[in-house]
């Protein structure tokens, strides 16, 4: 989604000019002061009043003075504060004072809290029948709601909630929860009781399909997956939600309970889909820019549910554009290479779900590309035919792939050009190209929100085998495991930290293939870099050329960051973010030697580290040696993803080579600054 650029300045100015607030006469709030706010948190009773602080924050609304709003957030505070246990709060003062010639008002707002109300006891009735759980439960009501402890009036329902809840987790699909509390004012203390009816342990009854027109209700019921008679457990039905919704046929799913006439210990699960539109066509555009190219496009998808009957989908996907290289001294050069030229995406994507077995979705992808990159032109076929597999509660998923691309390059650089075997052997580069490969996912999710996440953990691996048997020209492996972990600060703070490793190792005459191959750079990998410009670079061959990024077989990237949500602006919470990002890609594992047999037909007398010398070429990540960039950002997270702007500055290996001979990649380019959609990770 390469509008970005476009879509944040207008989110800002549209919503700038929808959501004002008419002043009427009446003065902008510049301050809001709170004084004597010591047992509860000030900043959510901020949230629960009507008056609010204008925003430092350029473009944003201002909230203007109602002076009846005063009065009633006197009568709100104290409630507020009575839900918390201090039933004799009592708001002493609200001053409200012009300022800014009368333009402004700061208002201030003084709380006398007075003495909390304590637990005193708390009784748990009716928890004995469901058995060894029953002792558990007690222990963590005890530990939520202990005795001395400030009543809390949100606690209390939450604590009440999550009880009925454990016990549905447990199979009693019925279960009731009643509670009561005494407070005695006078003697600042409250008890506190719960009422339990587990009910009947209940098991899966008649499972029943509603709002189905177009769709087999067999075939809902088939991919639903769920057994009558088996145990009922809530997440059992929300998986069901899920697989269902997932297919993307129906436009909302709701899976429900109730209780079995005949039988009092079974659950008759009910579930009800709306059907979406089986025929969608979606067009747009936009561009994106970087310091080294550019480009504008167009898109168009044609998406066709329901294709050849059952849950089979068909999309199809054109994406036509013309790229730009921003690369002056190249232009006209009579030794060629590309500048600008055409690029085209054009896919078909075949999808059958509950192939072979229920759970496991066939996809089939074929495709045409038409590009541009820093040394080369190309066009050709791919195509892609895998199997999906997931796994407990979807938080699992396994995958098996076929994948195929033939290419054919033009308008190639000198470098590419002089020797075509060593050319091979170095930049896993051949005309025509072909490569195939195996490809095995892994992945285990166990974030919150993947597309926000602010708390758990994520794993996955990838692995590749590239063979001649396959139909392609090189015989490779390639190894990449992931793992991200989101620690929550506060409310507001997430720690977010990632590690990915990748190795490939190539066999016979060529080396790895230069499409597969590791490269950093850009929002979403190494943000020191702009995009894909982190891995050995050698003279492209001609004069003034910056340096060709060749990529390597093996990388490492460490990134770590910090992101606060800082207020929310219109509906959406608009934050900032630093990050450490550290990584390197070392040079491809061939001989190396063969940079310098190559060196003379490359016209850069001076070599890569402009001392004449040829540099010192590792074919393994040097630890010790990692390019490191620190940065920040802005966050404003949206329906359609977190909108997000970021700078980063290198802080070291900015010079053409270290003392060691060690080369290093754009040299006295400290900063990259980078515009995208959705996470960095």
Known sequence: MRWRRTLWLSLLLGAAGCAAEKANGRPWIHNLTIKGVKGVSAKDLKSKIALEKTSWIPLSPKHYLDPFEVDLDKK??????????????????????????????????????????????????????????????????????????????????????????????????????????????????ADVRFKIDPGPKARIGHVYIRGFDVIDPKLILEHAAIKEG?????????????????????????????????????????????????????????????????????????????????????????????????????????????????????????????????????????????GIDYAYQYHGPRTTLGVT???????????????????????????????????????????????????????????????????????????????????????????????????????YVTFATRGMFGQIFSQGDLGSPVTRRFYMGGPDSHRGFNYNRLSLQVPIGFPGAPNLPIGGDQMLLLSGELRINIVKLYGNWFGITTFLDAGDVAAPSTNANLLAVLAPSVTNPGGICGNGQMPKLESSVQFSELHTAVGGGLRYKTVIGTIRADVGVRLNRTTPCEPNGLPNPDPNSRVAFHISIGESF
């Open 76 to 189: 709100r505070i104290e409630a507020y504060y009575a839900a918390h246990g201090y039933f004799f709060a009592r708001v002493t003062n609200a001053e409200v004072n012009l300022v800014k010639g009368g333009k402004a008002a700061d208002v201030h707002l003084v709380i006398d809290e007075g003495p909390p109300t304590k637990i005193n006891e708390l009784n748990v009735d009716g928890l004995d029948p469901i058995g060894p759980a029953a002792q558990k439960l007690h222990r963590r009501l005890k530990l939520k709601l202990p005795k001395g402890s400030i009543f809390d009036h949100a606690r209390y329902l939450e604590q009440k909630g999550l009880l009925e809840t454990k016990l549905k987790n447990l199979g009693f699909a019925w279960a009731d929860v009643q509670g009561e509390v005494d407070v005695d004012r006078d003697a600042k203390s």
């Open 389 to 491: 597999r997931p796994l407990w509660h979807n938080r699992i998923n396994l995958g098996l792939s076929y994948n195929f691309n033939f290419l054919l390059f033009f308008n190639t650089v000198p470098a590419f050009q002089d020797d075509p075997h060593a050319a091979g052997q170095l930049y896993g580069y051949t005309n025509p190209y072909r490569v195939a490969w195996l490809q095995e996912d892994f992945s285990i999710d166990l974030r919150d929100k993947p597309l926000a996440p602010h708390k758990g953990a994520y794993f996955g691996t990838s692995l590749e085998e590239g063979a001649l048997y396959f139909g392609g020209s090189f015989d490779y492996e390639k190894l990449l495991p992931e793992a991200r972990f989101y620690i929550p600060i506060t409310k």
């Open 230 to 370: 088996a145990t009922f457990d809530p997440q059992t039905l929300e998986d069901v939600r899920g697989r269902i919704y997932n297919l993307g046929v129906f436009s909302s799913v709701k899976v429900e309970y109730e209780r079995d006439p005949s039988e009092p210990d079974l659950a008759d699960v009910i579930i009800t889909v709306h059907e979406g539109k089986f025929r969608e066509l979606r067009l747009g555009g936009g561009f994106n820019f970087e310091s080294t190219r550019y480009d504008v496009h167009l898109a168009g998808q044609y998406t066709k549910h329901s294709f050849l009957g059952g849950l089979r989908t068909l999309k199809l996907r054109l994406e036509p554009g013309w790229v730009f290289l921003v690369n002056p001294e190249s232009i006209g050069a009579p030794t060629g290479g590309p500048t600008n030229g055409p690029s085209l995406k054009a896919e078909a994507t075949f999808t059958q779900p509950d192939f072979i077995a229920p759970w496991y979705d066939l996809k089939w992808i074929v495709g045409y590309d038409v």
